[in-house]
């Protein structure tokens, strides 16, 4: 039986795809983007114009070199050099990932934050085992009069982070949701050099640098990538947060392995992004779940 039984072809070992960020996304609708010659002058112009209205449409007609550039591990690094223009023109970010996911997922955090999230986050929250740190970011998560911390929506995505707290990794070394906290934001004194402060930060993945008198009257909120310096669209941190969590997929970065737990939770919960392809701990899948079916 066994000599006449055709042989089960051998199984090819299945290759990782990547997830999230690090996937190449083919775009069907683009507005008309330009190559050769065209391509090259209209990147030319663009260091040079100082007409906000100009740099934002030539970004866009050039939307497709720039995902060439950002997903060629030779060139990547260039991105700034080649398009300056991120680093003083506010709401490039945004206008990228709307390219790439379309309007209506770019708006989800923003949309569904206080009707969805929020309230259920610090409900969960104050469920967890108390320490000083946590009962702090409640506090400030319900506004309470004698908090001094973080406004109200910045505190909520930091106990987000000790509901999904880091996990050993690939370092086999795990570390505190206090901790990594600072790989998401660093708060810095409006009256100190922010380039010494860039200088501290090893690493290429994304934070906030959030820039004010305190914690709880920031002035100025930047997405921080590479040492560089992107001034964010809107003066709030959720906001600031929103535009942290979209330059991963505008530049092709991964998470920080630190905030994977988190940043995968708003990638597929909040944003609905790439959510049946995307390897998900048990521990993002059981909090989805709860703050979904929660109707308080």
């Not at 996911?101 to 770019?106: K, P």
């Not at 989800?108 to 934050?113: A, D, E, I, P, T």
């Amino acid at each position: 039986m066994s000599r006449t039984t055709a042989k089960r072809p051998a199984k090819e070992p299945s290759l990782p795809k990547d997830q999230g960020p690090k996937r190449r996304r083919q775009v069907t609708t683009l507005p008309e983007q330009l190559d050769g010659d065209d391509c090259r002058e209209a990147i030319s112009f663009l260091i040079h114009t100082p007409e906000e209205a100009s740099v934002l449409e030539k970004m866009k007609m050039t939307f497709q070199y720039r995902q060439d550039l950002v997903h060629d591990p030779e060139r990547s690094a260039d991105v700034f050099k080649t398009f300056p223009r991120f680093l003083d023109v506010k709401g490039l970010v945004n206008q990228d990932f709307n390219l790439l996911f379309g309007a209506e997922t770019s708006s989800k955090l923003l949309n569904k934050w206080d009707t969805t999230f929020k309230l259920k986050i610090i409900k969960e929250a104050t469920q967890l085992t108390p320490s000083t740190d946590l009962c702090r970011l409640v506090k400030a998560a319900e506004r309470h009069p004698q908090s001094d911390d973080w406004d109200s929506d910045m505190a909520t995505l930091l106990l987000l982070l000790h509901l999904l707290p880091p996990t050993a990794g690939r370092k086999k070394t795990k570390i505190s949701p206090t901790d990594a906290a600072d790989r998401m934001v660093l708060f810095h004194k409006s009256c100190s050099s922010i380039d010494e402060r860039l200088k501290e930060r090893e690493g290429k993945q994304p934070f906030i640098l959030a820039v004010g008198r305190t914690r709880n009257k920031i002035d100025t909120y930047y997405v921080a990538v590479d040492k560089q310096l992107i001034p964010c669209h809107h003066t709030s941190s959720l906001s600031a947060f929103d535009e942290l969590f979209k330059c991963h997929y505008v530049f092709n970065l991964s998470y920080d392995e630190s905030l994977v737990q988190l940043y995968t939770f708003v990638q597929t919960t909040v944003f609905n992004i790439d959510v049946t392809s995307t390897d998900e701990s048990p521990r993002v899948r059981e909090l989805r779940a709860k703050i979904l079916n929660d109707n308080v």
